[in-house]
């Protein structure tokens, strides 16, 4: 049972209406047709395979979830059929280029499409998920003859893939894999090593898997930057089985509808991908798109939750609710009750503000893949470069947290399986880990990208975002946008002087940059015709109330620490 | 596999340096001989059996964990033995009055017990914790033909008790129950109904079980003053089995180690505890002590999470550290990198200084029942009514958060069941749901205690706190409890004209008193001599830096919603 329905007409306000996407992107000679009709119908389509096909298979991905025998994995009933009719519906190949047998529609439409998908199941939906990458590392950096041999069928989906990163000792730190490379006379090389937490390694879903790998060719130098990526797929084009052996699936807090594998390369037949020392650059490609992926896994899972609990304080009834609020039976809705009110309308003011900021990312990286002016593609690329880590951090801290908060409304209840309820947090959890922990997204937003130029590019897209704002209405916002103006400079001024305050700070920095932004999404809203409706002003006022405020916390925390960094280095 | 070790040091400074509890308690008839060295004594006594007993059990009792078959439940294994040398060595009766069979000593003592039990395996304390609320409702209103024939065997821990309140329909809204007791000629009842998370309602721990059951009598008057309380037992004096059904157990997101029953009550022999009508009056006695063992739950699942990644830390090296930080090798031990210092020290600044909130409260606790003194025992009994649902709520709230962040420390390992940590983490959940869910005690503390004298009480226990303060080593801290007594004041009088107010602010009220308890907390840490080490030190700096400032956070939300209530309500 999986009440999920994805909320098609909200995503479509905040897409067209609030965004006026239908009018950005048919300005792009790729996207001419993409217009609000075309993507409204895109997303319908979406929904209703989402509902019918997904959705209902949520429960078995938590139990039984996958099983592994004998190097084997059998994934939940229902789940390959459901892949297939994914796969031959075309879902896969959405944003693809048409060239490589794509339909050429936006990222952002992929975007939604994978923040349904995520609500209504988790761990299907990384099988999936995980072609997105794979698919442009390979497009960018594969030779025309790997290319030629994978490029579209990995596009299309017809068969999965993977990406074999982490080793046991290496995990944060790729420099420290050690998985061998070794070359063969016909350019080929074998692969030798051990990779941990492979989601997807290993399974029954696709007739082919095709791994990217990560490892060190003899003599290359120690760290990252002797790191190759390789192309190893599971059966060689002759049909015989590559040496790559799946020897157990991770038993996990959640996620069990994907199975998370140990897999062993011995003597695997695989052939490089891109320059030899480059295999991290190889990523970085994907890496932006893959990390809002991500993103709106947070964003997804926080919706299914707030869709249970909602549905549940509707209909459960304890207590009489106080003053105005009362019904007039022995015991009212919980829904009527502030406690739980509070919860609904403050989740909801996440989730609305996070879709914002987390659709206009996606088309920010349609701006910078296919805009033709090169100065757009670059502020775009300075979006996404961005905003990227900062939504990736705050979008699964919520996704869990939230779905935490929305357990609570169903009292004990929310505790057992049967309501579905814990399953969410449990897979929601992995979210704030994998694709890089929140606290490597921190460092990379404020250490490796914000203080480098002093704050420049941030100070730009603050300005940029200014331009919307209104000197009166938006008066709280605009004097935050200062006060995260002037944090800034001095976090670069402090930071001259004492060069761990970068790491020190960066979780509160990325939080305060996470509200600020979050404050001008939902001044987007606010200002939107159609927005005064309840549906919009109880998440707006739980918003401006409950969520926002926090910005000065972040700001109080980042003041006292610059404050006192410089002398107690001195001192030291 | 459980590394966790009873903290008995530094469990010991807090009670005995910080608080004084060695002092304090001889001061009482009750407790003359409860010196120092006693509760040293008794400390590592207590260390020593957990660490060595129940420690070891923390894996098995999540999986295998409890199974259920044809109505018997069978414990993981290992428990029931477990629990035997737990009730032969005496632990249950700890604080069990010596005219009862009891060892007479502080009520504080036990809770520090089971702080340290309940990190160890939380599923297993989960059954003797039920006892010390069914030995207070049996002694303070059993009959004596009652008492005679169960006090002493629920005293020393030989049958365990259940405490069966919820119903389907009726959770935190008990008035809604509607198990029968039908009176019968010879003084006893029959019971009918159907019960649900009820709590070592069948298990495999000891002979006999003794149920306290909130039923209505025929003609009773709907909702909580139609409630009385009656004592079923699983096997009836002469051996024959109650007709009590277990009819599952439930599947939960975590505590697999304790069973969570549905038990059908089917012409149950039982007899009346206390006055008819008085049942919820029956279970208030304990109330206090059950919401305070469970904010030391909270405590010890927090310390559990928080010394499992602590010593993963240690040990792990990924990248170098930044800065100063830089060990000389490829890779640094993550402990030193800021990311994860951050963690350790604002979780440790969570736990030391709500233990010390805890402890207090069970030294008060000690002196509301045993204080000569009339009017010091009126004093403890308020300081217990309001500071036991904010540590209810703030630490468990912390010891799911809390233990969640430790996991992050794990990266991907802590995703992953080998490493246990997960499991903390999906135990710990439960707690901010039972025994009255955290946005219960929120509307206990501003509803039911705080606003109904005006804010009196709350404002008494702040001036007493004050006493120990300095006025400028404080300053810091003497604003903010000013800044709470404004808020309270201010909140009273909103509330007259705005009825709803209370229950919408409930959450964040608690919030800002338990920041402002947990700031004197530190503030009587760092005065005491032996806490300049580091030990102390950084959690303080912590809790300084990065825990308390939140207060202000709170308070500007309180502010915000005392403005804008009265004309909001006065416009509809």
Redesign the interface.
Known sequence: MNDYRPPVDEQRFLLLDVLRTGEILPTLPAFTEADADLLTQVLEEAGKFVGKVVSPLQAVGDAPGCRFEDGRVTTPPGFADAYRAFWQAGWPSLACAPEDGGQGLPWVLEGVLYEMLSAANHGWTMAPGLLHGAYECLKHHGSEELKARYLPKVASGEWLATMCL?EP?????L??ARTQAVPQADGSFRLRGTK??ISGGEHDLTDNIVHLVLAREPGAP??PKGLSLFLAPKFLEDGTRNPIACERI??????HGSP?CVLRFDEAVAWRVGEPGRGLNAMFVMMNAARLHVALQGIGLLDAAWQKANAYAQER???RA????RGTG??DPIVR????R?ILDTERAWADGLRVLAYRTGIELDLARHHPDAQRRATAQQWCSLVTPVLKAVCTEQG??GA?RC??VF????????WGI?QI??DA??T???EG????Q??DLL?RKVLPDGGQGLLAVLDTLARDLDAQRDAALLARFDALRAITRELAAASAH???L???A??DYLRAVGLALLGWAWSAIERTPGAETARWTAPARAAQ??VL??F??RL??LR??CATTTPR?SA?
């Open positions: 982490t000792h290496a995990g944060s730190d420099g420290l941990i937490f120690a760290g991770e038993e996990k807090m959640g996620l998370t009834r304890q207590m106080p003053g105005a609020l022995a015991a009750h502030p406690a739980v509070r869990f947290a935490s357990l609570q009292g004990g209840h929310g505790y057992v399986k049967e814990e947090v449990r959890r992995v704030m880990i994998y922990t929140n606290e490597i921190a460092i250490a004492d060069d761990t970068p790491y020190e960066a979780d109330l409950r405020p926090e000065e916390l109080d925390i006292t620490q280095r030291a």
